[in-house]
């Protein structure tokens, strides 16, 4: 069986067993429709980043900077509703922009001048958070305040129409397209193969660097549209948004079979990994507990499915040389 499916079966499992766990334990406090919707619901924002974190984990890179370009696109929008009256549309094309750029930046910082991912968005992440509060909406005495964004048609898109938010509409869309993206087109196989083997990558004439910058942007325009629906659905922007973010879409595609090493995961992995994130939080806060413990949970669970992707990239390895060692002494 190879590996990604392995690890989205184990994915699936951890979820249903989350799932009846908090049900026997919590009954009907968790175990209702309204709650269900609640969780995919919570999920939507980190599965859509995710899409774009996935592409830069397949790369064998990272993203410490999504939490931060949230909030600067939050803030771009709000300083645009604030002071103009250009219309909602224009106002959300420039949050898009805005994401854009700074995903863009990255991978420029990170592709054209070669700093390790890991320190690149570490920098960017700061640089993104204090150009928020730089932006900023202040009253007259220069203090820092959220700006309302109560405006009916902003306002709807955190929503819901019936039992289907419209993040969760979009959530579906980014799933679907990022899964046929990657699997379906040569900028996808390009990406895999940038993460499985820099070096073969390039030999065989991709242009790494030209991969990791729109992988980048892709980041930037995600986390754009994910502040979108969290300001709408707050019906504010303020310079808190994202604050703390940049685990979760990590967490989640890690959870969700996306290898650290880089080569291998998927989309569906990262939704399946998001939804059981959100399902660990939100029944810890129906049975009352400490929410440290879910931060615990979390990490050991992390611990453990790295543990088990390098143990199972070993095991295939050995197993890749022991046959290639018998087809040579059989030649």
């Given at each position: 069986m190879k590996q990604t499916t392995l690890r989205r079966l184990i994915s699936l499992g951890m979820l249903a067993a989350l799932i009846v766990l908090f049900s026997i334990i919590s009954g009907t406090r968790f175990f209702n429709a309204n709650n269900f919707v609640e969780i995919v619901r919570d999920s939507s924002v980190i599965a859509i980043i995710g899409v774009g974190v996935t592409m830069a984990i397949i790369t064998a890179g990272i993203d410490l900077s999504t939490g931060s370009i949230m909030a600067v696109v939050g803030m771009v929008m709000a300083n645009i509703y604030a002071y103009t009256l250009w219309p909602i549309p224009i106002m959300i094309l420039c949050g898009l922009a805005a994401g854009l750029l700074a995903g863009f930046c990255n991978g420029l910082i990170i592709g054209k001048l070669h700093v390790p991912e890991f320190i690149g968005t570490l920098a960017t992440m700061s640089v993104f958070r204090a150009l928020t509060y730089i932006i900023a909406i202040k009253d007259a005495n220069g203090v820092i305040e959220s700006q309302a964004m109560t405006h009916s048609s902003y306002a709807v898109l955190g929503y819901a129409i019936g039992y289907f938010y419209f993040v969760v509409i979009a959530m579906i869309v980014f799933v679907v397209c990022g899964q046929i993206f990657l699997k379906?087109?040569?900028?996808?196989?390009?990406?895999?193969?940038?993460?499985?083997?820099?070096?073969?990558?390039?030999?065989?004439?991709?242009?790494?660097?030209?991969?990791?910058?729109?992988?980048?942007?892709?980041?930037?325009?995600?986390?754009?549209?994910?502040?979108?629906?969290?300001?709408?659905?707050?019906?504010?922007?303020?310079?808190?948004?994202?604050?703390?973010?940049?685990?979760?879409?990590?967490?989640?595609?890690?959870?969700?079979?996306?290898?650290l090493s880089g080569g291998s995961g998927d989309v569906v992995g990262t939704l399946i990994g998001a939804l059981f994130m959100v399902t660990l939080e939100n029944g810890v806060r129906k049975l009352d507990m400490n929410t440290a413990y879910q931060y615990v949970i979390k990490g050991v669970i992390i611990i453990l499915v790295v543990m088990f992707d390098a143990w199972y990239k070993g095991r295939m390895d050995r197993k890749a040389r022991e046959e290639g060692a018998k087809e040579g002494i059989g030649a």
């Open positions: 379906y087109t040569r900028l996808g196989t390009e990406i895999y193969a940038v993460g499985a083997n820099p070096k073969a990558a390039t030999l065989s004439g991709i242009d790494v660097a030209k991969v990791k910058v729109i992988v980048y942007t892709i980041v930037g325009f995600c986390c754009a549209v994910g502040s979108i629906f969290t300001t709408a659905r707050l019906q504010s922007a303020t310079t808190a948004i994202g604050q703390d973010f940049e685990f979760n879409p990590i967490a989640a595609a890690v959870v969700g079979g996306v290898a």
